[in-house]
């Protein structure tokens, strides 16, 4: 089977996280860049890629990589690529661009120039005088960086973060791939204990539990690609039939989420039930300061409210001492924070953060606080809090 180049691309930060899901896949040669890695596939490695990777943004084939330093040489070198491998004469065509300290400023102007020459690749391949355009999408990316354009094809169309279970958002909602990003950058494992005492829609223990029992995040959406000629239907239905082969049974996953408002449980739950793990994660409606936790060990995985989604610093405070009272005397419980209020290690004095990561939720600058607990001498019991 001919070999393709594939991008995975990623939210800042995310790169390591990808790269370790590309491997366990048996990907190898992997490149890797700010926000994305590249590396070797097949046209069959196209749905496993979609339906598998959980931390990643997308999807994209690499179909060109030149320099670009006038209109005239985009155009030509665009022309110059074998665009109908992947486009038949019917397709729906999307242009999108973006250009970094190029002498290609124009964004709009080179997804112009790119359009066109791609329609002029198909026309005279196909020996049309025009494309209907009726057929499936394609979505083309020429990306300028440093006089270098890159032309992908998008093989995702909605982003990965979409995995097709969350019914209702928050003000600012925490992107799915960068939920099951946490849980996989945290020392948590299936049999213990983790809580998210301020759980929200639920999305980062609903990723955890479907880590911990193999679902594939993106076994109930559709993608992009799936309507493209080139890739065989069938294989569509062998990744899917594998992904739903791998799925371990309905365990005793001590996994508990508490939120004080009883509308965002009823959402989790909910949101956990179409995922599929409504029977993995208990939630209930508590305030962070009425919970007890009783047990010696543990991992906190949490995306407090921080200034945006509250707005108030006299709000977010007590939040953050509660926190550090609750878990001053816990060594034995690994806390994993994300927030953007940089203030946070100044309330939680347990000890300074283990490690620090930049991170992007969407376009909100957010840091991701890890404070590593001591291990546990014996597995934790499933009771946690009262």
């Not at 009783?294 to 945006?308: A, F, L, W």
């Amino acid at each position: 089977m001919p070999k393709i180049n594939v991008i995975a691309t990623s939210t800042f930060g995310l790169e390591a996280v990808v790269k370790r899901e590309l491997q366990d896949l048996g990907f190898t040669k992997l490149t890797v860049a700010d926000g994305k890695i590249e590396f070797e596939a097949t046209f069959e490695d196209i749905p496993r890629l979609n339906i598998n990777l959980r931390a990643a943004d997308r999807v994209l084939v690499k179909v060109g990589e030149f320099p670009a330093a006038d209109f005239g040489q985009l155009f030509d070198r665009t022309k110059e690529l074998a665009w109908e491998q992947w486009i038949p004469r019917d397709a729906k065509i999307t242009v999108i661009g973006k250009c970094v300290r190029s002498i290609l400023a124009s964004v709009r102007s080179s997804q112009s120039i790119a359009h066109k020459a791609v329609i002029e690749r198909l026309k005279s391949k196909y020996q049309i005088e025009w494309l209907p355009e009726t057929g499936p999408e394609f979505t083309i990316q020429v990306a300028i960086l440093k006089d270098v354009a890159q032309l992908t094809l998008d093989t995702s169309g909605p982003g990965l973060h979409k995995r097709a279970y969350r019914m209702q958002h928050g003000e600012v909602p925490l992107r799915e791939n960068l939920a099951a990003a946490l849980v996989l950058l945290s020392f948590w494992k299936k049999d213990r204990v983790l809580i998210d005492p301020m759980c929200g829609s639920g999305t980062i223990l609903i990723e955890a539990a479907m880590i911990a029992r193999r679902i594939a995040p993106g076994l109930k959406r559709e993608f992009a690609s799936e309507k493209w000629p080139a890739i065989d239907k069938g294989f569509w239905d062998e990744a899917r039939k594998a992904a739903r082969a791998a799925i371990l049974p309905e365990g005793e996953l001590k996994i508990f989420g508490y939120d004080i408002d009883p509308e965002r449980i009823k959402d989790s739950q909910a949101n956990a039930k179409k995922a599929g793990v409504g029977q993995d994660i208990i939630f209930e409606q508590k305030d962070i300061k009425d919970l007890w936790i009783n047990q010696p060990h543990g991992i906190v995985i949490c995306n407090p409210p921080y200034g945006i989604k509250l707005g108030s610093l006299k709000e977010l405070t007590p939040i953050y001492v509660t926190m550090h009272h609750m878990f001053k005397s816990k060594p034995g419980w690994s806390l994993y924070i994300l927030t953007g209020d940089d203030r946070f290690p100044d309330f939680f004095k347990r000890a300074r953060p283990d490690k620090v990561r930049k991170l992007f939720n969407g376009t909100i600058e957010v840091n991701y606080y890890q404070y590593y607990g001591e291990k546990a001498e014996k597995v934790e019991t499933a009771e946690v809090v009262s």
